[in-house]
């Protein structure tokens, strides 16, 4: 980085550490299961708190014959959830559609974070006394981790449901090379059950804290490199075209995150519910 910053005491490595790091209670010197996220905890129950009190005040003031704004967009959002469900899930689950909504919702709102100015929330924070606060959820890998183990907890039971625990069994035993590589057909279906999880989380904590540091980088150009009026004059516009382009492409991004891992729930779901 900048030898401003390195003359500034590792400022910048201590700036993105900073934001980086999550407001922690309880067993916070290494990676100890008993580490509380407080800030992850707190900001995600808040986003689905939201969600529940802006759906039960529209479920009070729908209006069939003059809907307003707010009412046509989620409509639309449900229409779209609808459709999605119907097209990659076999069957009718009356849980499947509300859980991929509520799933596309709360990821989309968590991710929607991101689009906060990075300092603006950790500066209230620490004059609130609060020495961490990582304000996007999903760039804790708890969170992302947490959601795709709910999910692949139902694609277990629902396996176990619908084929039976012989017929799950059987899954392990002859799939997918038949009844002569019985120890290569287990290894390969654990494998491929445990990359469901997986794939869930890591993909969407990989994209979210990728975006979150580009935020951050780009925050520092004025916080490290400008010097003097010449630097404001060339380093403050290049600043902010470059936070406008990338808020802008990260708009797609955080909405297409929320989309993949709701359709992949879905179909992971789907086919716990196949009979082969």
């Not at 201590?14 to 290494?30: F, M, R, V, W």
């Not at 609130?128 to 606060?133: A, D, S």
Request: aromatic share 12%; charged share 10%.
């Amino acid at each position: 980085m900048s030898e401003a910053a390195s003359s500034g005491g590792g400022g910048t490595v201590e700036y993105i550490q900073h934001h980086l790091t999550n407001l922690c209670a309880g067993d916070c010197g290494g990676a100890g299961f008993w580490a509380w996220h407080l800030d992850t905890i707190v900001i995600s129950f808040l986003l689905g708190a939201l969600i529940v009190t802006a759906s039960w005040r529209l479920g009070r003031r729908l209006s069939p014959d003059k809907p307003g704004g707010f009412q046509n967009t989620v409509e639309a959002i449900l229409e779209f959830v609808s459709g999605q469900v119907r097209d990659a899930f076999p069957g009718h689950n009356p849980l499947i559609a509300p859980l991929a909504l509520t799933i596309f919702l709360w990821v989309f709102l968590m991710n929607a974070m991101d689009l906060i100015p990075v300092d603006l929330l950790p500066w209230i924070g620490e004059h609130l006394g609060l020495e961490h606060l990582k304000v996007v959820p999903t760039t804790d890998l708890s969170t992302t981790l947490a959601m795709s183990l709910s999910v692949f907890i139902l694609i277990i039971f629902y396996n176990i449901k619908v084929k039976g625990p012989v017929g799950y069994l059987k899954m392990f035993l002859f799939h997918p090379f038949g009844k002569y590589l019985i120890p290569v057909n287990i290894v390969m279906t654990l494998i491929e059950e445990l990359a469901k999880p997986l794939s869930l989380g890591l993909r969407l904590f990989g994209n979210l804290f990728a975006g979150e540091l580009v935020f951050l980088l780009i925050a520092l150009i004025g916080g490290t490199l400008v010097t003097g009026l010449f630097g404001w004059l060339f380093w403050f516009p290049l600043q902010v075209s470059l936070d406008l382009g990338w808020l802008i492409f990260h708009l797609l991004v955080i909405t297409l995150q929320a989309f993949i891992f709701m359709v992949l729930s879905i179909v992971y779901l789907g086919m716990a519910h196949s009979e082969h």
